[in-house]
């Protein structure tokens, strides 16, 4: 099996769940948007991943699913019941329609305005600070009382709420300033092999 990636990314969170797993797997670094990339994912984002059935699977949050569903036994996954189940991909909907979206007006303003006015683009980054903050907000009044996202249980969602609220280092906010993530955040930041992923990931 072979993921996809390029640092800072939310494929950092795969690779993360991947080790989690106990997978066999091996990681290449590409350059997101480049023709060479497009041959393997033609929308030339990240992650990508290849898991050995001859098709190409991307979009984190199905990749993490069907990973949690590939290794039942290491309990990575929902729980049982329809409610249970539910509640997970509630989360999952969460993180990829609510609040990984809001990075995108803060990374590619230019893709927000018609405008390449130097205010206009501060105006649209300013505008995605106000909808992180809520995004944000809103996810730490969900992590209440718990150090894991899916009901204080590590799952392979943690890795990707993980990764996403390091970039609210860019905000004018932080992790920090949201009590409950950063209680959250330093469940994650402890995990020696996170950290051993995330230098690797960098170099």
Known sequence: MKLYYAPRTCAVAVWIALDWLGADFEVEKVV????????INPAGAVPAFDSG????????????TYLAEKYPDKDLGPDDSLEDRFLFNEWVSFICSDYHPTFGALFGPGNYTASSDEKDIENVKKAAYKEIDKAATLLDKK???????YKDKKTVLDPYVYILSRWLKSTPKSWED???LKIFMETMENDENIQRIISESLK
Not at 53 to 64: F, H, N, S
């Open 32 to 39: 997101l948007g480049s023709d060479e990339y497009r041959k």
């Open 53 to 64: 059935d001859g098709q190409i699977k991307t979009q984190a949050g199905a990749i993490l």
């Open 143 to 149: 992590l209440e009382g718990k150090t894991h996202v």
């Open 178 to 180: 949201y009590p409950n």
